[in-house]
T-cell receptor, first 116, second 111 residues
Framework: DTAVSQTPKYLVTQMGNDKSIKCEQN?????MYWYKQDSKKFLKIMFSYNNKELIINETVPNRFSPKSPDKAHLNLHINSLELGDSAVYFC???????????????FGEGSRLTVL | EDQVTQSPEALRLQEGESSSLNCSYT??????LFWYRQDPGKGPEFLFTLYSAGEEKEKERLKATLTKKESFLHITAPKPEDSATYLCAVQVKAAGNKLTFGGGTRVLVKP
C-alpha cells in the first residue's frame, strides 16, 4: 500500500498548456509539500500545507497553484507551461510540526514533466 | 542565505571499499540535518536525523556524524545495493519545516 502516491508519473505537453499533478498520502500526516527537482538533481521546496493551510510559499511563479482539498491530498496545477518548467515534481508529507520531527519527509515517486 | 554543499559529486567504489561523503552547511540556527537516499526514478528515502554537534547515527553499513559546520556519511564495506544518490538537507529554526537540500553525491559500488 503506497504511502505517498502521485499521478501521473509522466507528463509530456506543449508550451502554453495547463496541467495538474495529484498527490495523496495515507500516513495520517498533517503536512504536505511540493518539491521540484531540476536536471542537476537539486531538490527545492515550492509549497507546504499544514492541515489544508498554506504555510510555505517559496518564490514560485503564480502560474503554479497548489490546492489542498483535505489534509490527505495536495494537488498542483500549472498554467501556461514554459520550457523551464520541465523537471521532476515530488510530493511529500510529514508529521505535524508541533507533534514530531518535520524533517523526516515521506516522498512520492515523482512526476516527470516534459514541456516541448 | 542558507547553503548546503555536498562533495564529491560522484563516487565510484569497489565492493568493500569504505569511504565518506561530505555535507558542509552555512545556516543561521540549525534545527536539524537530514540524510536521504534516492534511487533512480524514485523519491528520496529518509535515512537519518542529526540535531547537535557530536551526534552520530548508524544504520547497517551507514554512519552519519555531525559537527558545527559539516556532516559526514560514512559507508563501511559497501555493497552494490548501496549504489544511490545520497542527499543531505538542513532545517533552519527560522524557516519552519522547510528543508534546504544539497546537490547530492552519486555513489556507484561495483562488485
Amino acid at each position: 500500500d503506497t504511502a505517498v502516491s502521485q499521478t501521473p508519473k509522466y507528463l509530456v505537453t506543449q508550451m502554453g498548456n495547463d496541467k495538474s499533478i495529484k498527490c495523496e498520502q495515507n500516513l495520517g500526516h498533517d503536512t504536505m509539500y511540493w518539491y521540484k527537482q531540476d536536471s542537476k538533481k537539486f531538490l527545492k521546496i515550492m509549497f507546504s500545507y499544514n492541515n489544508k493551510e498554506l504555510i510555505i510559499n517559496e518564490t514560485v511563479p503564480n502560474r503554479f497553484s497548489p490546492k489542498s482539498p483535505d489534509k490527505a491530498h495536495l494537488n498542483l496545477h500549472i498554467n501556461s507551461l514554459e520550457l523551464g518548467d520541465s523537471a521532476v515534481y515530488f510530493c511529500a508529507s510529514s508529521q505535524n510540526p508541533t507533534s514530531g520531527t518535520t524533517g523526516e519527509l515521506f516522498f512520492g515517486e515523482g512526476s516527470r514533466l516534459t514541456v516541448l | 542565505e542558507d547553503q548546503v554543499t555536498q562533495s564529491p559529486e560522484a563516487l565510484r567504489l569497489q565492493e568493500g571499499e569504505s569511504s565518506s561523503l561530505n555535507c558542509s552547511y552555512t545556516v543561521s540556527g540549525l534545527r536539524g540535518l537530514f540524510w536521504y537516499r534516492q534511487d533512480p526514478g524514485k523519491g528520496p528515502e529518509f535515512l537519518f536525523t542529526l540535531y547537535s554537534a557530536g551526534e552520530e547515527k548508524e544504520k547497517e553499513r551507514l554512519k552519519a556524524t555531525l559537527t558545527k559546520k559539516e556532516s559526514f556519511l560514512h559507508i563501511t564495506a559497501p555493497k552494490p545495493e548501496d549504489s544511490a544518490t545520497y542527499l543531505c538537507a538542513v532545517q533552519v529554526k527560522a524557516a519552519g519545516n522547510k528543508l534546504t537540500f544539497g546537490g547530492g553525491t552519486r555513489v556507484l559500488v561495483k562488485p
